[in-house]
């Protein structure tokens, strides 16, 4: 067992560690279907699992403790799956993919873009990226869109994930790194502040950082549901405060506002490390806590309760060292199109606590996707060069331009981000060829009806995945890349640590990896500079690239990982890595954060001022322990499908009994933009006026088909969280043609 490799595991940006070995019994390559997948038709034969191929083991990393949830224990199903696409495949005039050579596809592609460039300009070619890349492929994918493809228009699913908090965490502390500490760091807290997020589901083995806090009585969460994680505040004398969904800029406000006139806020801090306090603390007086008591439905005695016990954990950590006081974001306040403006209402919290940069107190956002720290650094999002720098900063694009050896004029300006993006497919001006590498927006982009509309409208679409996702049905060129497990990189951690992934199996003959893919695509273009496809190569052009930039990896490389380093970037050449950013400054000129006065806006309130309309629900969204993001990947693990099949929507008792809606039964959900069909999951864990979907299904249990693309006016997020939608019973329409009708919308979409 001790030849195993040692990787981490290919979802959350936990990135458990992990180590694969042989499967005692090795399934035989990709072998006939066993284990039918419930709702997923796939070309070539039915869905199924065979015997893994490799074993998976909890190995002992700082972030997961030796601990996996359900979907790392069985991420090595996908490897030998039965439904994996395995050959370049080409949908015929009629409709259904063909397999062809990769000679084949290469031409095809490089034609196609080639035709896009000549009939409707550069720009009509673009890039949807991914934070599931590892560092090299998102390096050389937003090298690949300006260079060779010689487009601006390159954005990416982080976009929908992390940009909100990373809008707000660059504006107050002149730089975007989730958790500016190691995760360890939580574990002697006294108090936690989680703001909308669920860790118990989304980051199960993150729970044990919660631990000293949950014993001390001081874990906080903030919900619209009693989520698993808003439960464990039940048994030992936490908050639960439950907001009408989108209210969380005014719940934020007044714990602010009880700091502040109670007399709690470290004004040493604010006076020695902070800017523009003075705006902040004014723009609070307005927030007092029965009016926020109004606006969200929390009692104002919980919001005064919630100050006090942060204050409290924040002095004794800073006065006696004991305890630490901690305030932690995640999507449920950030997808939102106020997103930004919550986030920093966040961190202006934690500053007015003297929170961020102490020894034993911190601010941090939680990120996502498996490189969604190191996928929004080096270039693949809309206004980036690689570094985090910016794609309009003179300075940077004379850098980048030097590292590339091409002249700065061929590198392009910004282009769109993800919603405007997405919104341009198909359009006379908008992106005609599109290439897609690691993102499903046909399940996860808001609007999904129009997403789809806009993809079948594209004159060339080649997705690159292993399986054929509701995106890849789409497209016209589906392309077979390598699962995580058969190739090399690096990934970024949710703390910002650097990481290695390892291959520990050849990939099936046919498929192929993404840095090839990019290097031969790159020849026939006649790309004006050099791509490869070996990781290590990659990456040390990175070191290169990133070099003086904020996210810094020059003093980064292969074999200090593999020696088991612990690499914080940022980490100039000749320097060492940074585990703790903010111990002697804040990274703006003047080494203070800087203060912004956030209010609600209009735009915000419009939600939940429509939410309380009689008939009208707030629908949020969010994820289940089973299931990874649009589940083009966990559906196909037939553990995972079978405890979670289908999507169910969740809503409270007296909710569903108004409208004659029993548990188990069939409901629908819409509004101007569509319409679902699921079965309703009766629950007091939810607030009355508001309804839970999980995103992870396609067709008719599609989330996204009620989400608005409306976006946040600073860091293009879309509004997830919160929509209007209108819930009635099913039950009577017959059940066995409303399931008649789920399946065919879902080969509609599918084929
Ligand atoms: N099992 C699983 N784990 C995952 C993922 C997955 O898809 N599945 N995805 C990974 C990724 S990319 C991400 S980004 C993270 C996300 O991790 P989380 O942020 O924990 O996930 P969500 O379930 O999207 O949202 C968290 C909570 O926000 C609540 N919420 C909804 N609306 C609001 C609101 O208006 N205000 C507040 N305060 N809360 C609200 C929801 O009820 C939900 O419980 O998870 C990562 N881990
Ligand atoms: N309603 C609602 N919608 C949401 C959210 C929400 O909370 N509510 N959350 C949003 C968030 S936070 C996120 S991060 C997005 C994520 O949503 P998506 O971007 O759709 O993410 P995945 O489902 O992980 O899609 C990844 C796809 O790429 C493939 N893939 C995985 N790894 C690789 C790789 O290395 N290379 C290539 N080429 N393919 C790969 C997988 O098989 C899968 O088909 O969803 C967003 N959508
Ligand atoms: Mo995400």
Redesign the pocket.
Known sequence: MSSGTATHCP????QCAMTLSPAAKPGAGFPAADVPTPGLPTPGGPAASAAPLLEVAGREFPTNRGGL?R?GWTSAALLGHAGRVTEPLLKGSDGVHQPISWEQALMLVAAAVKDSWARHGHDSVGVFGS?GLTNEKAYQLGKFARLALRTSRIDYNGRF??SSAAAAGNRAFGVDRGLPFPVEDLDSASVILL?????A???PPFVQHLQGARDAGGLIV????R?A??AFTGNGGGIHLQ??????LALILGISHVVVHEGLADTAFLEGRTNGHKAVLRSLNAFWPERVQSITGVPATLIRETARRLARSARLAKDEGRGGCYILS???????VDGTDTATAAINLSLLLGLPGSARSGYGT????GN?QGGREHGQKADQLPGYRKITDPAARTHMAKVWGVDESLIPGAGLPAVEFLKSLGQPDGVRCLFVHGANVAVSAPDAGAVIAGLRSLDFLVVCDFFMSETAAEADLVLPVAQWAEEEGTMTNLEGRVIRRRRALTPPPGVRTELWLMTRLAELLEAPSTFSDDPRTVFEELRLASAGGLADYSGIDYDMLDAGEAAYWPYPAGGKGTPRLFAEGFAHADGRAAMVAVTPSKRAQRSFASASEPESLAL??????????SGAQ?RRVAELSASQPEARLQLHPETAARRGIADGGLVTVSNERGEVQVRAEVSTAIRPDTV?L?F?FPGAGSANRLTEAATDPISGMPE???SRVWVRSAAAVPEPALAATAVSSHRKEES
Not at 222 to 225: A, F, G, L
Not at 243 to 248: F, I, S, V, W
Not at 330 to 336: A, L
Not at 620 to 629: D, K, N, S
């Open positions: 979802y959350c940006a936990l949830c979907k934070g994930c992390m703001l909308g997020s669920n860790v589901e989304t980051m903030v919900d619209p549901r989520s994680t808003a907001p009408l969904p989108g209210t969380d995640g999507r449920g306040v950030e997808q939102h939680l990120t996502g996707q969604g949020a969204t969010g994820r289940l322990l089973e299931h990874y993001q966990t839970f999980p992870h997830f969280k919160t």
